[in-house]
């Protein structure tokens, strides 16, 4: 049973960058699609962006400017990062795996626990 | 953008009662790639449906999801007291971003 954990700081100040990393643990990270999706508190769900395996990401328009997604195979861990936060980031930060249906990958299958990271000086 | 509208907000219900979750998008969703999940305070969202209708592996019958195009359902038949939780539905549309609607909770009455 593949599981994710993701880890990193709880705290960061703004203007600064957020670094979260997503370890994988139970399965190859390889040939699967990986997400992270975020949650401020009391609200809804964001996602964020993804990137294949092989290392080819894909973001949210909302964060282009301000995005990195990349994967490490031989940590069997990929990782966000987010420059020039401000309080609106603030959020729970998950990472998750595509499920594939069909050929296409689209749901979410599996999801780590979830980290809060709060944005403040 | 697809916005996915979820109504209602808060559905009030007691245990063994049927909820019915709407989940409505501004543009048709291809292929009927969409999906529900569950979530409960403190947890991960979890999988119940995807493919509109395909239950998620260890998802009991009592959970179904039917719709296509624009409009979206996930039925609960009898709820169990473990069933209380916010409910979110899922697109992949065309062109991201791909997007949550904004859940309905589920309440005991």
Known sequence: ?????????????????????CSVSGDSISGF????IRQPPGKGLEWIG???STGSPFYNPSFKSRLTISVDTSKNHFSLKLTSVTAADTAVYYCARYGCDGGKCYFFD????????TVSS | EIVLTQSPGTLS?????RATLSCRASQSVSSSYLAWYQQKPGQAPRLLI???????TGIPDRFSGSGSGTD????IS?????????????????????????GTKVEIK
């Open chain 1, 1 to 21: 049973q593949v599981q994710l954990q993701e880890s990193g700081p709880g705290l960061v100040k703004p203007s600064e960058t957020l670094s979260l990393t």
């Open chain 1, 33 to 36: 699609f990986w997400s992270w």
């Open chain 1, 110 to 117: 599996h999801w780590g626990q979830g980290i809060l990271v």
């Open chain 2, 13 to 17: 219900l007691s245990p063994g009662e």
């Open chain 1, 50 to 52: 993804y990137i294949h």
């Open chain 2, 50 to 56: 995807y493919g509109a209708s395909s239950r998620a």
């Open chain 2, 72 to 75: 979206f359902t996930l039925a």
């Open chain 2, 78 to 102: 009898r709820l169990e007291p473990e069933d209380f939780a916010v409910y979110y539905c899922q697109q992949y549309g065309s062109s991201p971003p791909w997007t949550f609607g904004q």
